[in-house]
């Protein structure tokens, strides 16, 4: 009985996850592999009458030093952005683990970034990094000097504004995550420390640390 259950279960599934790999994964994949061996753009024509180049477009990239600098860039990008929203949205969930008065207020201020349209998050961060803007004044009045920073026209306030943007805007998701792993978490093994004399220390890195490990490395996967 079990393993007719278990049968029809696998039926039912089946075709959840196989329609969207054939109708969106396969072309996907299919139209990236087409184009990455074919010397193809919109002006060009027709995409099925582009012109077969092999190998040649992944040679040209492979060769320019360009590439390598900008691969470099996105993975120091990647990494900085996703370990601060990690670090940022754990703490975060940590402290909001327990109730307690304007829980819930708290709560919706720290989720407000995701649920922003991303074309508001750039119109909003524009004005405020302008080389005139709100934030060189606030950090010339903090500093006592006047500071006026292009932030998006020197390379490296750019590129640090853009990881602060990003991180800005998905800390509410890995908080998300961390928060109902936090909830979820059984609590006769913390009991059972506390009765035993451990610390909060040891706690959180012997008990809690170790049981949000599914959690983290799924809030990094999706993350990165």
């Known amino acids: 009985m079990a393993r007719r259950q278990g049968r029809r279960y696998k039926w039912i599934i089946l075709p959840m996850v196989t329609v969207p790999i054939l109708f969106l994964l396969v072309p996907i994949i299919f139209f990236q592999i087409y184009f990455s061996l074919h010397q193809w753009t919109a002006y060009l024509g027709e995409w099925w009458q582009a012109e077969f180049v092999g190998l040649e477009i992944f040679s040209d990239v492979l060769s320019d030093a360009r590439f390598y600098w900008a691969l470099l860039r996105s993975l120091i990008f990647a990494g ?29 201020l720290f989720i407000t970034p995701m649920l922003m349209v991303p074309l508001a998050i750039g119109y909003n961060y524009e004005m405020l990094l302008v080389q005139k803007g709100p934030f060189n004044q606030l950090l010339s009045w903090i500093t006592g000097t006047e500071i006026q920073v292009s932030w998006f026209a020197e390379a490296i306030p750019a590129f640090l504004s853009i990881i602060f943007i990003e991180v800005w805007n998905w800390t509410p998701f890995v908080f998300i995550l961390m928060l109902a792993g936090l909830s979820g978490m059984p609590k006769e093994p913390i009991e059972a420390a506390k009765v035993l004399g451990a610390s909060p220390v040891q706690i959180f890195f012997r008990i809690q640390l170790p049981l949000l490990r599914p959690v983290i490395v799924l809030a990094l996967v999706l993350r990165f």
């Open 80 to 108: 900085a952005s996703t370990i601060l929203c990690l670090l940022i949205g754990f703490t975060l969930a940590y402290l909001m683990r327990e109730p307690f008065p304007g829980r819930g207020f708290f709560y919706l």
